[in-house]
């Protein structure tokens, strides 16, 4: 397993497997947020208490649930670096980083807005936003100290212990709303507590946010991968063959 493991932690082998797999995953990706967003947003019931405004769950839910499993993939990435030092992995770290950040950008701000019509503002220090917000310092922290070094290995160190450290905030934004009394709502059942008819949209949505994560990062790992392999033969080759082609 780790023999095969480390075959595709080889960059150049890397950079190809990326390239052949980035557009269908990227198809795949539209066509589902297609499918989520028009049920949800044309399709779908309105909620008896807050109307149509539930239906920003469509774009909050799917982003808040990938921007900590994006952190919790960096951390695996990140374990994986530091314990059998696969340089790859610090550069997969470095690539999904700014996607996670994004990702929780976009939580932050649509449950900002999901929450004025019932808080009466746009913010509060909720512990579920608050720790939220600690999530995106988190990201910006990583990706500031991955480049504020010109050493890639020790860049990658760096950032790596950052990431494992801060993974203690994966749980407490989990379970914020039942370790403390906060505004936000509880953790949606989704098998429950959601209408059928509500329920299927949001889960589209959410395979959608995936797909694009995936399909972002792999995009982003390419580039990593030419920048610092940019003297190897084999980028030399290539762009060869692209300027024939």
């Known amino acids: 397993m780790w023999k095969w493991l480390h075959q595709f932690a080889r960059p150049e082998r890397l950079y190809h497997v990326c390239g052949r797999f980035t557009p269908w995953l990227g198809i795949a990706g539209a066509i589902c947020l297609l499918i989520g967003w028009v ?65 929780t950008f976009i939580a932050l701000v649509t449950g900002s807005a999901w929450g004025k019509p019932m808080w009466g503002t746009w913010w509060v220090w909720d512990a579920r936003l608050t720790s939220e917000l600690v999530l995106l310092f988190l990201y910006m922290g990583i990706i500031a100290l991955y480049n504020a070094f010109d050493d890639r290995r020790l860049a990658g160190r760096a950032a790596g212990i950052l990431v494992l450290v801060g993974v203690v905030n994966i749980p407490i934004i989990h379970f914020s ?45 390419r580039n990593l991968i030419l920048s610092q392999e940019r003297l190897r033969p084999w980028v030399a080759e290539l762009i060869n063959k692209e300027r024939q082609s």
């Open 39 to 103: 049920w949800g947003f044309g399709f779908a019931p309105k909620d008896y208490q807050q109307g149509d405004s539930f239906r920003i769950m469509y774009i909050h839910v799917p982003a808040a649930m990938w921007s900590m499993g994006i952190y919790a993939s960096m951390a695996i990435a990140a374990f994986i670096g530091l314990v059998w030092q696969m340089k790859m992995s610090d550069t997969v770290v470095a690539a999904m980083a700014p996607v996670g950040a994004v990702f």
């Open 177 to 221: 709303v039942e370790w403390w009394n906060t505004l936000h709502q509880g953790s949606t059942n989704m098998q429950q507590s959601i209408a059928p008819s509500m329920r299927t949209p949001l889960r589209w949505a959410i395979l959608g946010y995936l797909l694009f994560f995936i399909t972002l990062t792999l995009m982003r790992l």
